[in-house]
């Protein structure tokens, strides 16, 4: 089997699809900083109204939002398949004689409840305190629970994509979107199987598979994904993930910023505050957490983090609990320019190719090189004369 570099496990893997492409200047990538997220669903019901209202689709959430640790559209999606990888260990490398990805088929019941979990919380209700998280001094609540928005990842290393023995999946050259051609697609549901996430899913009605298209409307015309655009809490970040330091104008335009873009800064800068979904799969998944930081950061790290023993030096701390420590701390008290960044979240509807943040300011630029953000990043603050507020 053909081997890869993963940089998320930081180390080669296999993967079973010999014409996969290599980096791109343009791939589509997301952030969410799931501290804002209320789990409102407002992104849930803003995709199955755009992409599946239709036949055969009513079960087909290609958002959802669970309640972590107890939540789970289907039902123990992660766990199920967790379990069965050894130490180090891709779905890829699993894969039993004849396969090329290990899956899992979530059965019909376990597909019917999407709020399954909503709102439930882990731990007991403390008898005489409630613990105030702070990361800062190593506290944590002993009751939490967080919201875990979930989508497709458009992987760099698709299973969906492997899995396909019709090769009716594919990864755009332009920007790394993965879509399924229904034209191709004979209902083999290797994808449904194949997939960790579990995004791809099979539509009795037509007889055929469908997968997230990552708004790829949108995306062509400079748009960030319906998703993105109707988050009531601002919690989400669309763009250009590929976009590093050293790339050159948007567009050529002198007048727009140079360099990195900003999913590209909270994902792979050195402050590393945005955390892949369980990396340890071997897919390379493209939408990164920004973590909690009231939750216990064991959890978090078998969540977001490869969670082996070999620590990498591109990674804060001496161990991966260590850096979630780190990265919760630097999330909760962000730095001047994390803060920048922070206020580019559901700014604008428009596509942020590149920013800047300069003093107390905040810009950003779409692909064509045209201003679409310029705000404070600090708001003046007045405090009124005259008569104080009681609770008299
Ligand atoms: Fe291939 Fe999935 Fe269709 S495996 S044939 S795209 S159901």
Sequence with gaps: ????????????????????????????????????????NTCSFACKSTWTSGKGEEYMWWMNVETEPYGGYPMGWDMRLLDDLGPEETIFEAAEQGEKVKGYVAQKEEWEYPALGDDSVHGEYPEDEVVESDPEKGKYHDIWQFYLPRLCNHCKNPACLAACPRKAIYKRSEDGIVLLDQERCRGYRKCVKACPYHKPMYNPETGVSEKPVGCFPRIEEGNVPRCVSSCIGKTRLHGNINRGPNSGHPNGKKSAAKGRSPVNYLAQSDEKVALPLYPQFGTRPQVFYMPPYHVPPEFLTQMFTPNTDQKRNDWPGSTYEESVKIIQKRVRNPSHHLLG????FGATTRLIETYT?????????????????????????????GEKWTNQ
Excluded: A, F
């Excluded at 014409?19 to 209320?38: A, Y």
């Excluded at 003093?359 to 404070?376: A, F, I, L, S, T």
């Design 341 to 344: 960044v922070l206020q580019l």
């Design 1 to 40: 089997m053909p081997e890869v570099y993963n940089p998320q496990l930081g180390r080669k893997q296999s993967y079973p699809y010999e014409h996969r492409q290599e980096e791109r200047d343009w791939h589509w990538g997301m952030v969410i900083n799931t501290n804002r997220c209320i789990n409102c």
């Design 357 to 385: 943040v300069k003093e107390n300011k905040v810009k950003g630029w779409d692909r064509k090189g045209n201003k679409v953000v310029d705000m404070p990043i600090e708001e003046d603050l007045e405090v009124r004369e």
